[in-house]
């Protein structure tokens, strides 16, 4: 009666694990979503000063209204601008770099317009280039502008500069440049590396009569709306390093809140991160002024890196140097910008506390993946070596199984003689435990270990870049949903499935597998369980089925593999211990008798 109520128990117990763990998988690991444009951009004045007020330190406006006499300007835009309208500018400069493609702005010297030639926004191959930077104005405007405020005013950004050439590509850098009414001339030298990092050397010479304060700056501006989410396990939003230290607390919500950021410490870098993409400004030998992040209100933001005011006398030049990387969160590419100098750059990706682990495992990933060129066989190879490593663990717990295989009749006994005091019961089998110098724990020990692996490997999963839209047999993207599931059979024939039912719906093939597999795991092992324990065992892979079923492709792919992996090493150590199988076996067919006493006991009483 006991063990039916407790069973009834685990029952409910599991179903309030499913919807809880679903829940809270949703709530701390959302799967990456496709953000689709919103439908309007909401204009922002010209003064760039809609945020709150100014800071103690300085304030973090950068572009402006401030009265410029040249008559070269540009009539200001308002309301929101088509994105085909925006490029059709003849105020444009080609880019054609090895892995970006775009134009440059004319209009206030502004980078506005990036697309990265070796990723697609969806697995279409028809999608289109990933764009990260989009003219201010348009759905997804998010640019970079290198400007100059001088004696304290800001130069206006519908300012147009001069350009000495057509294309900037590696080869071939450009330079910006215009002269204002007090012979002060502003030169912004832009060139590109075979990666995604923009260098922009900015000079003022002063070929005027009279001194001038001037100070150069750069800003990164985006909205929100076409941001990635922001995760537990992978920041989106405001991120740089300051003081030697990553700072990536706000999300941009909260920054909103706060109105403004500036964290403590000297910069090296600053900007705003995707899930796969970056942003950034990264200082260059110059002090600097102001550092920091503002909201602009309406879902607007910017990053600001403005270096200190310079009096620059008759004669005089001054120059610095920022760069700005806009491309694809690519984990050699970002270890290789550190390596120049740039601090913690490789930290943009949000590897965590596991980083030491992580990236070992992603580089064993890329490994396999040149080898065999196909990221699915690369996760089936990573599975066979961690495997290998954890054999001699599995091993030991087949020991650890035996040891408590042998010691189950004196067990049975101690119960039997303690069965009406339970406290007297656990002292005797622990004191038995000690004697016998058995483990009742050392089984556990492999699943303990795969824990980490099992967490780092999602995150690899998450994070690496390497592996969005990789195909592998049905599945066309590793870090996506099992595409082949129920709700997208059903979609195929007009019927789409709810969010909230796709918890049951979204069942796919890797998760059947998983259940089946880790079902026949949980038969094959000689476990040394009591009846509860087992029924809980036995509902175990069914509830994980269901839970794990939303997760990435790429990790199902490793944990079925795992799983068949170790019923091959299973059945490899009962042939190596044959006496564990004949026990086990014993142990099943006693069970199945006890079963028949009890269902014919019962039976008997219930005709009486």
């Known amino acids: 009666m006991d063990n039916q109520r407790n069973l009834l128990l685990a029952v409910a117990l599991s179903g309030l694990l499913i919807l809880g763990w679903d829940f809270s998988m949703r709530y701390f690991y959302p799967q990456p979503e496709v953000t689709t444009p919103v439908e309007t951009a909401v204009a922002e004045t010209q003064s760039g000063a809609t945020g709150t007020g100014a800071l103690a330190s300085g304030d973090l406006t950068a572009p402006g209204t401030a009265s410029d006499s040249l008559s070269d300007t540009a009539p200001v835009p308002v309301g929101p601008v088509d994105l085909d309208t925006a490029l059709a500018d003849t105020n444009r400069v080609v880019i054609d770099a090895p892995r970006v493609a775009g134009s440059i702005n004319l209009v206030g010297a502004r980078?506005?317009?990036?697309?990265?030639?070796?990723?697609?926004?969806?697995?279409?191959?028809?999608?289109?280039?990933?764009?990260?930077?989009?003219?201010?104005?348009?759905?997804?405007?998010?640019?970079?502008?290198?400007?100059?405020?001088?004696?304290?005013?800001?130069?206006?950004?519908?300012?147009?500069?001069?350009?000495?050439?057509?294309?900037?590509?590696?080869?071939?850098?450009?330079?910006?440049?215009?002269?204002?009414?007090?012979?002060?001339?502003?030169?912004?030298?832009?060139?590109?590396?075979?990666?995604?990092?923009?260098?922009?050397?900015?000079?003022?010479?002063?070929?005027g009569e009279n001194a001038a304060i001037v100070q150069p700056f750069a800003f990164i501006k985006r909205t929100s709306l076409t941001a990635t989410l922001d995760q537990f396990i992978a920041h989106a939003g405001p991120i740089g390093v300051f003081g030697g230290t990553l700072r990536d607390p706000h999300a941009y919500h909260e920054l909103a809140e706060l109105g403004r950021w500036t964290p403590d410490g000297e910069s090296s870098w600053l900007g705003f991160a995707d899930d796969y993409w970056l942003s950034a400004l990264a200082r260059g030998d110059g002090q600097a002024d102001v550092v920091g992040f503002q909201s602009l209100g309406e879902d607007l933001f910017r990053a600001v890196l403005r270096y200190d005011a310079q009096t620059l006398a008759a004669g005089a030049t001054l120059t610095e140097t920022t760069q700005l990387f806009a491309g694809a969160k690519e984990s050699v590419v970002l270890d290789q910008y550190e390596e120049t100098g740039i601090t913690h750059f490789g930290k943009a990706i949000s590897w965590g506390w596991f980083e030491w682990f992580e990236k070992p495992l992603l580089w064993l990933l890329l490994f396999f993946n040149n080898l065999v060129g196909n990221f699915g066989v690369a996760i089936i190879l990573l599975t066979v070596v961690i495997r290998g490593l954890l054999f001699p663990i599995a091993q030991k717990q087949f020991s650890s199984m035996a040891a408590m295989k042998a010691v189950q009749p004196k067990m049975k006994a101690i119960q039997e003689r303690y069965k009406d005091d339970k406290q007297q019961q656990q002292q005797e089998i622990m004191k038995l435990y000690k004697e016998e110098k058995v483990n009742p724990l050392a089984g556990c020990l492999p699943l303990i270990i795969q824990i980490p692996i099992f967490f780092a490997l999602y995150k690899v999963l998450i994070l690496s870049i390497d592996m969005r839209h990789e195909p592998f047999l049905w599945i066309t993207d590793l870090v996506a949903r099992d595409p082949a599931n129920l709700a997208n059979v059903l979609w195929l024939v007009g019927i789409n499935v709810p969010e909230y039912l796709m918890l049951v719906f979204g069942i796919g093939v890797l998760a059947v597998l998983l259940g089946v597999t880790m079902w026949l795991t949980f038969k094959l092992n000689p476990s040394a369980m009591d009846p509860m324990q087992q029924q809980i065992f036995n509902l175990m892979p069914w509830i994980l089925m269901f839970v794990m079923a939303g997760f990435a492709s790429g990790l199902l792919l490793y944990w079925v593999t795992s799983n068949i992996l170790t019923l091959a090493q299973q059945s490899y150590l009962y042939s190596k211990n044959p006496q564990l199988r004949a026990a086990a076996e014993k142990e099943k067919a006693d069970k199945a008798r006890e079963r028949e006493r009890e269902k014919d006991a019962a039976q008997a009483k219930g005709d009486a």
């Open 111 to 207: 980078i506005d317009d990036i697309v990265l030639k070796d990723y697609q926004e969806t697995v279409d191959s028809e999608s289109g280039p990933v764009r990260i930077f989009a003219p201010e104005r348009t759905d997804g405007q998010h640019f970079a502008e290198f400007g100059f405020r001088v004696g304290g005013e800001v130069m206006a950004s519908n300012v147009i500069w001069q350009a000495d050439a057509e294309r900037l590509t590696q080869e071939t850098p450009v330079t910006l440049s215009r002269t204002d009414d007090n012979g002060i001339i502003y030169r912004v030298r832009l060139s590109i590396d075979d990666q995604f990092m923009i260098t922009a050397e900015q000079s003022a010479e002063n070929t």
